[in-house]
């Protein structure tokens, strides 16, 4: 993240039935909201967690990453 901040974007949910000792599948019902799944697709969201408020809430970020000067070497 480009700021320090409460916010956590949820990147990965895992589903175990009870008793069972394996993942549900499909994993995360077959949508993901990042990354790559396999037979599956990817569904973009600002859905955000803030661990001091316990809230979620969509945020729209102005700067997702720090940037750095160009190198010159």
């Known amino acids: 993240m ?3 901040n409460p916010l956590e974007i949820s990147l990965a949910n895992f589903t175990v039935v009870n008793g069972e000792n394996h993942l549900q ?3 995360a019902g077959g949508v993901v909201q990042g990354g790559v799944l396999a037979n ?3 569904q973009v969201t600002n ?3 803030n661990t001091e408020t316990k809230q979620y809430s ?3 970020f102005t700067q997702m990453f720090i940037t750095y ?5």
């Open 40 to 42: 599956g697709q990817t």
């Open 25 to 27: 599948r499909p994993v």
């Open 2 to 4: 480009a700021t320090r």
């Open 47 to 49: 859905l955000t967690f």
């Open 58 to 60: 969509y945020t729209n």
């Open 69 to 73: 000067a160009a190198s010159t070497a």
